[in-house]
C-alpha cells in the first residue's frame, strides 16, 4: 500500500506492505490553506477539493511516491476516486488504473475539476493521461440518486472490512442494553468536541464504545469513564456485532460497513464527503442525520432515540444489507480484474 509514512503504525498491524510516500491529510490541510485559504475538509468546495487531492498532495507525494512504485514494479495501480498520485504512479509504469469509489458518486462539478487541475502534474512529467479501465463502486444501487447512469468499465464490489487471514474475531459482552457504538474516523474524533455528545450518550440505558482515533487516548476525552468503553484500531466488522445504532461522522468506509451489517446510523457530517453520504442516508431512511446546527448533544441522544424506536429504519436498513450482501466479492472482483481489460 502506497500511502503517507505517517500511516505506517496502522498499515503495519494488519499485515500490510507499505510504500511510505507523502504527508499526513493534517500537513496538506495546513499547506492548503497557506496557499488558498480554503478550508477543504470543514467547507469543500469544487476548487478547494481540487487544490488538496489534485494540487497540493500531488506536490507534496508525487516525486516519493514515483521513486517508491519504480522500485516495486506494479502490473495494477488500484485507487481512490479522489487520488490522483496512483493515476500518476500508473501512467509512469505503463499499466492500467482501477478506480475505487466510496460512497454515493461525487457530484460531476467535484470530479471535473480535480481531473482538468490532475492533468496539468501529467503534462509537466510528459505523462500519458489514461481514463480509468475499471470503476469498482462499493455503494448499493437503491441508495443512488435518482438519473444515475452505470459508466463504462463499471463493476459492483461488495463493501467489506478488512480482516488479516487467520485473525479470531474480536468479541463483546452482552448486557441486554442497546448497543451503541461511536465512531468518527481517523481525523474528525477531536476529544474536545466529542465529549460533551459522549457525556449525553453515556446517561442513556446503552453500552456505548467509542472508537480511537490515529492519536486520541482514552484519558484525552472528559467523559464518565465507567460508562463509556474506548477501543483502539479493531476491525468494523468485529466493532459492528451486536450494535443497535452506530454514531457516526459519516466517511464512507464507516458507512459501508454499517450498512452491511444492517446497523442503522445517526450521521454528523464534518465535513470533505460526509455530507454527501448523510444525504443519502436520510433520503433512504437507514438512519437519521444531522445537519450542523442540529449536532448538540441533545439533538444528538434524540437522534439515537429516534432510532432505536423506529422499526421501519430497521427494517429499511435490512433490506440494504440484503442488498449489498449479494455484490460481488473482492476475490471475485479481483479475477477480473487480473484477467485484464
Known amino acids: ?125 510528459a505523462l500519458p493521461w489514461e481514463p480509468r479501465k475499471w470503476l469498482l463502486d462499493t455503494w448499493p444501487s437503491s441508495m443512488r440518486a435518482d438519473g444515475w447512469q452505470q459508466p463504462e468499465g463499471w463493476l459492483a464490489l461488495r463493501p467489506e472490512a478488512f480482516r488479516e487471514p487467520g485473525a479470531v474475531p474480536a468479541t463483546s459482552p452482552v448486557s441486554g442494553r442497546p448497543r451503541v457504538l461511536v465512531t468518527f474516523g481517523t481525523w474528525f474524533g477531536e476529544p474536545a468536541k466529542l465529549s460533551p455528545l459522549l457525556r449525553s450518550l453515556s446517561a442513556l440505558d446503552a453500552d456505548v464504545v467509542v472508537t480511537l482515533g490515529l492519536a486520541a487516548k482514552p484519558e484525552d476525552f472528559d467523559v464518565d469513564h465507567e460508562r463509556i468503553t474506548f477501543v483502539g484500531f479493531t476491525p468494523m466488522e468485529d466493532l459492528l456485532d451486536g450494535v443497535d445504532v452506530v454514531v457516526t461522522h459519516g466517511g464512507a468506509g464507516t458507512t459501508s460497513a454499517a450498512l452491511l451489517k444492517g446497523v442503522p446510523l445517526v450521521v454528523l457530517p464534518q465535513g470533505a464527503d460526509q455530507f454527501f453520504q448523510a444525504e443519502r442516508v436520510a433520503a433512504a431512511r437507514v438512519g437519521v442525520a444531522l445537519d450542523p446546527a442540529s449536532q448538540t448533544p441533545e439533538g444528538v441522544v434524540a437522534a439515537v432515540r429516534t432510532v432505536l424506536g423506529d422499526g421501519s429504519i430497521r427494517e429499511n436498513v435490512t433490506t440494504v444489507a440484503k442488498e449489498i450482501s449479494a455484490m460481488p466479492d473482492a476475490p471475485e472482483v479481483a479475477a477480473t480484474l487480473e484477467a485484464g481489460p
Open 1 to 125: 500500500m502506497l500511502t503517507a509514512a505517517g500511516m505506517a503504525p496502522v498499515i503495519g498491524a494488519q499485515g500490510l506492505g507499505h510504500l511510505p510516500a507523502g504527508p499526513l491529510p493534517d500537513v496538506l490541510f495546513a499547506e492548503v490553506a497557506r496557499r488558498t485559504g480554503a478550508d477543504p475538509a470543514g467547507a469543500p468546495t469544487p476548487g478547494s477539493v481540487a487544490e488538496f487531492f489534485a494540487g497540493t498532495r500531488i506536490d507534496l507525494t508525487a516525486d516519493e511516491a514515483l521513486a517508491a512504485a519504480e522500485d516495486f514494479g506494479p502490473d495494477l495501480v488500484v485507487a481512490e476516486l479522489c487520488d490522483f498520485v496512483g493515476p500518476l504512479v500508473a501512467a509512469a509504469a505503463g499499466v492500467p488504473v482501477a478506480t475505487l469509489a466510496f460512497g454515493p458518486p461525487l457530484p460531476p462539478v467535484f470530479t471535473d475539476t480535480m481531473e482538468a487541475m490532475a492533468r496539468t502534474w501529467h503534462e509537466a512529467r
